[in-house]
């Protein structure tokens, strides 16, 4: 099946700080990819949509300017939480989707804001 | 607007036991995808069924099975003769389309399995 990875797997950083996390497609071109947010024994929130070369959007509540999202090619979507809190420590996700109607899910990034 | 609840939160069983989780949905739409996923410790999704809103047969596969029910809006799983690797989060998760947009997940339950 389609493999989607993500890049940190863990990461750990201070306050202030901003992130970026990597999603990959790589076996298949992803016009659209979607990134979640999980907190610790909850479900997964859908935070924003993005399509290939076009602004990404976002999900109510969910800040843009926050969660910089970019998806400059098929094959690759990045997520930057900027300027980091220890609340925005979650459980981030990703998910690609090509022609079919399927979403393939990548295995997550673990983020820790101290 | 689109809603998925499941009910149990937590469930053990102990190995060998069926054991069936509960997913009720609320959608406006007369089409729509519903879906089971399963999160292991290690956190990744793994995908376990996509079922359209026009085809209500049940389906098997192995151990696990699902029962469709358009009449009270149920999508239920039941995993027979349940083993301790099936402990696991499994969400059930609802979308409006066939392009992944208005993704909905349950709040999960999480499934015990003790040897």
């Known amino acids: 099946g389609a493999v989607v990875s993500q890049h940190p797997s863990r990461v750990i950083c201070k306050s202030g700080t901003s992130v970026k996390i990597e999603c990959r497609s790589l076996d298949f071109q992803a016009t659209t990819m979607f990134w979640y947010r999980q907190f610790p024994k909850k479900s997964l929130m859908l935070m924003a949509t993005s399509n290939e070369g076009s602004k990404a959007t976002y999900e109510q509540g969910v800040e843009k300017d926050k969660f910089l999202i970019n998806h400059a090619s098929l094959t690759l979507s990045t997520l930057t939480v900027t300027s980091a809190h220890p609340e925005d420590s979650s459980f981030y996700i990703c998910?690609?989707?090509?022609?079919?109607?399927?979403?393939?899910f990548g295995p997550g990034t673990r983020l820790t804001v101290t | 607007a689109q809603k998925v609840t499941q009910a149990q939160t937590e469930i053990s069983v102990v190995e060998k036991e069926d054991v069936t989780l509960d997913c009720v949905y609320e959608?406006?739409?007369?089409?729509?995808?519903l879906f089971w996923y399963k999160q292991p410790p290690s956190g990744e999704l793994v995908f376990l069924i996509r079922r359209n809103s026009f085809d209500e047969q049940n389906e098997i596969s192995g151990r696990y099975s699902w029962n469709f029910q358009k009449s009270t809006s149920s999508f239920n799983f039941t995993i027979t003769a349940s083993q301790v690797v099936d402990s696991a989060v499994y969400f059930c998760?609802?979308?409006?389309?066939?392009?992944?947009?208005?993704?909905?997940f349950g709040p999960g339950t999480r499934l015990s399995v003790l040897p």
């Open positions: 998910s690609a989707k090509g022609q079919s109607y399927e979403q393939y």
């Open positions: 998760a609802l979308s409006e389309n066939n392009y992944g947009q208005n993704f909905v």
């Open positions: 959608t406006r739409d007369t089409t729509y995808y």
